[in-house]
């Protein structure tokens, strides 16, 4: 019985922390919403020829410094990073901690439901 009890009491303590944690299963990101604050990026990260930042179009899974038409920093370029949820958030909140030395001239996203809708909507941006 006692075991059975522990059991419980573990069980429920994941189930609350998955509901309290900001990328818990309870939270659904939101492509649509990412988009609309991706908008904010898109003034430097451009499909245009001279625009400040690489395209992130496709960025989703890619390689860091990987475009052959952006001339990355040496930072970006040393960085060897691929694009995935955990380094996409970390660089998403804050450039220069996940890459030290990068040129982008961004403090970073600090709302979890703002990084975790920007980078679903990432993730379709093809």
């Not at 908008?39 to 899974?61: F, M, N, Q, W």
């Not at 370029?77 to 955990?86: G, K, V």
């Not at 380094?87 to 600090?110: C, E, H, S, T, W």
Request: proline share 5%; with cysteine; aromatic share 8%.
């Amino acid at each position: 019985m006692r075991k059975a009890i522990m059991a419980f009491g573990v069980a429920w303590l994941a189930a609350i922390a998955a509901l309290a944690s900001p990328s818990g299963a309870a939270q659904t990101a939101d492509a649509a919403h990412g988009q609309q604050v991706f908008a904010t990026c898109a003034a430097c990260h451009s499909e245009k020829p001279d625009a400040i930042g690489p395209s992130l179009r496709g960025v989703y899974g890619r390689k860091s410094g990987s475009l052959e038409d952006f001339r990355y920093s040496n930072a970006m370029m040393r960085a060897n990073l691929t694009w995935n949820e955990d380094n996409l958030r970390a660089y998403i909140k804050d450039p220069q901690a996940k890459v030290p030395g990068n040129r982008m001239p961004f403090g970073g996203l600090q709302g979890e439901k703002d990084v975790d809708d920007v980078i679903a909507y990432l993730k379709t941006y093809r």
